[in-house]
């Protein structure tokens, strides 16, 4: 096994000292094991998606940034252009759609 840190031990530890928490502490709020928590900051294993969620929340990020390092801001930006777009599909032209996709796609000249 390798020994280098994977990037998501690295997000994690440098909120964990951002947030001026203890593993234990981030533990006990993710409701894992101290062992398992340590591992994870370790690189040595990647939590599952329930345990990863939790750990997001207790660090007050989200599941995005502490596996690809997605920014908040854009994980919300994402989010409101989804919801925008689904709440006016309906309505939208052909022409209009073909447009988002071609945005989308990145064959929009500018």
Known sequence: MSTERNSFSVRLEELLKARRMTQKELAEKAEVTEAAMSHYIKGDRTPRSS????????????????????????????????????????????????????????????
């Open 51 to 110: 345990v990863l969620a939790r750990i997001a929340m207790a660090l007050g990020t989200t599941s995005e940034y502490l596996m690809e390092g997605v920014p908040q801001s854009y994980v919300d930006e994402i989010g409101y252009a989804k919801r925008l777009i689904a709440r006016n599909v309906d309505q939208m032209t052909t022409a209009e759609k073909r447009e988002i996709l071609s945005i989308l796609l990145g064959d929009r000249e500018g």
